[in-house]
C-alpha cells in the first residue's frame, strides 16, 4: 500500500481501498476543505492506504459502538410513541373524561408535529454535533412522556402528545444521517432494517411490558400515568448513555484510535457523498426541491405511510371483527409484531444481496395486497384464514426502511440529504395522519372501505417503486454520457456498493483498473448527487 503525505494547503485525497492512490484535487483547495472529512484527512499524520482486514476490523467497532446506541433510540422513540395506544385498554379514556375524537386527535397529533419540525430538524443535523442532537432530543421527548404522567385532560394531554412528537420529529432523520456517516452504501440498507425493526420488537416487548405495568393498584396514580411515567424516566435514562457514548463523526470519535478514524473516514470516499459539512447550503436546498428523485421517494412513503397508519389504529378492531374476543385478540397480535422484523431484516438482506431496491419492494407489496384481498373476499367464518391474510399485511413494514435506505444512498451533499430526508419524512407523517381517516368504526365488521384504499395504495406502491428504479438507470445513463465529454470513461467502478467478500476478489481487478475507470476525487466536495458526473445512483 502508498504512503501519502499530506499537505493542508492542497487537498488530498485517495482513491477508495483496495488500491488507494493519491491525486490533488483539480478544484479549489478552500472549497474542498469545507467538507469536515477533507479537512480532517488533509491534517492527518496518518498513512491513507489500509488493508482488507484493517477495515474489517474498524467496521466491527463501529456496528458494535455505533449501532446499539442508534437501535436504542429507535427503540425508545417507538415504545414512547406508542405508549398511547398501549394505555387505551388500561382506560385512559375514561380517566381523562375523553370523548368524541379526542382519542384519535391525541394520536394524530404527534404526526402532526413531527411534520411540522421536520424543516427544522434538517437544518439542525446539518449545523448541531449529530450525537449530541440525538442524546438532546432523547432527553427532551422522554421528560415529555413523564410529564404527561401529570395530565388528566383532553387539552393537557394534548399539548405533551404534540411536545413528545416535536421532539421525536429528530430521531428518524437522525438514523438516516448516522446510517449515512458511518457506513458504505452496500452496508446502509441492512443497518437502516435493524433499526427500523425496532418498530416490530418495540410491538411485542411494549405490549408485555405495559400489560405488566397496568395491573399495578395505586389510590393515586391511574395506570396510564404509572405507564407514562416510567417509560418517560427510562428513556430519560437512555439519554444519557447516548450522549456518553456515541460519537458525532468517524473524525470527532474519541473512542477511536487515530488510526481507526482515518480508516473509517477514508472506507466512505466511494460513497460519494461526504460525511460533514456544519454549513447550510441554499443551493442543495433548491436542487432538492427540484430534483424528481424527492418527489419519487415522496410518493412512495405516503403510498405505503397510509396503509400503514391505518392498520395500526385499526389492526386490533380488524382482528376482533373476525370473530375473536379480547384476549384473544391481543394474543393474536403479538405475531404481528415478529412478522414485522423478520420483513424488516429480511429485505434489507435481500435487497443488499440482489441490489434490487425496486422490486424487493414491489415484491412485499404484492404480498401486503394479497393479505388485503384475503381480508375483502374470505367470509367471516373462515377466521384462520382471515388472520393469514393480516399477517400477510404486516409484510409492509418492511417497505419503508427501503425507503429510508434507498433515498439515503441516492442523494448526495450534506444540506441536500438532510432536506431530502425531511421530505420523505414529512410524507411518511402525512400518510400517517391520512390512514387512520380511512378507516371509521361504523365499517365493522368488514371495515371494506378501509382495507379499498388500502389495497389502491399497495398498488401504487409499486408503480412509484418502478418509477424511481427507471429514473436512476436514466441519471446512470445521463451521468456516463456527462463523463464521456469529460474524456473520462463512460464505465466506472463503484466500490462503494461492493459486499465484503467481493472486495477481496475485486483487488486485483480494480489495481489494473485505469484510472479514470475509478470513481473520481468529489467523495468529500459536499457536491450533491446531480452536480457529481462521478456519482453512481443504486436500485
Known sequence: MASIKNDPQDAITAADNPNPTATKYSKDANEILKEKAAQFLANTDEDLSFTLEEEKAVLRRIDRRVLPLLLGAYFFQQLDK??????????????????????????????????????????????????????????????????????????????????LGAFEAMIAPSCIAVTQMWWRRSEQTLRASFWNGMNGLTFIVGSLFTYGLGHIKSDTLYSYQIIFMFCGLLTVVYSGLVFLFMPDSPMEAKCFSDREKVIAVERLRANQMGIISREWRWDHVWETLYDLKTWCWFLLIVSISIPSGGIS??????????????????????????????????????????????????????????GTLLMLVVPRDQKGVLLFGYYLVSCLAAITPLV?????????????????????????????????????????????????????????VGVFAMMANLYLVFLNKKHAKQRRELGKSAQIVDESMLRKKDLGSKAMELENAPDDSRLGDKGFSDTTDLQNEDFIFVY
Open 82 to 163: 406508542s405508549s398511547l395506544s398501549y394505555v387505551s385498554i388500561f382506560g385512559i379514556v375514561e380517566d381523562a373524561n375523553l370523548h368524541g375524537k379526542q382519542y384519535s386527535w391525541l394520536g394524530s397529533i404527534l404526526y402532526l408535529a413531527q411534520l411540522v419540525m421536520q424543516p427544522v430538524a434538517a437544518f439542525l443535523l446539518v449545523k448541531v454535533p449529530t450525537a449530541k442532537l440525538i442524546a438532546t432530543a432523547i432527553l427532551l421527548w422522554g421528560s415529555s412522556l413523564a410529564i404527561m404522567a401529570a395530565c388528566t385532560d383532553f387539552p393537557s394531554l394534548l399539548g405533551l402528545r404534540f411536545t
Open 313 to 370: 389504529t385499526f389492526g386490533n378492531l380488524i382482528i376482533k371483527s373476525f370473530g375473536y374476543d379480547s384476549f384473544q385478540t391481543i394474543l393474536f397480535n403479538i405475531p404481528f409484531g415478529v412478522i414485522q422484523i423478520v420483513a424488516i431484516i429480511g429485505g434489507g438482506w435481500l435487497a443488499t444481496r440482489y441490489q434490487r431496491k425496486g422490486l424487493v419492494i414491489v415484491g412485499f407489496a404484492a404480498i401486503a395486497a394479497v
Open 404 to 460: 429510508y435506505a434507498w433515498e439515503a444512498q441516492n442523494t448526495a451533499g450534506d444540506t441536500k440529504r438532510k432536506c431530502t430526508s425531511a421530505v420523505v419524512l414529512i410524507g411518511m407523517c402525512a400518510g400517517n395522519v391520512i390512514g387512520p381517516q380511512l378507516y371509521s368504526t361504523s365499517q365493522a365488521p368488514l371495515y371494506r372501505p378501509g382495507l379499498i384504499a388500502n389495497l389502491i395504495m399497495f398498488v401504487l
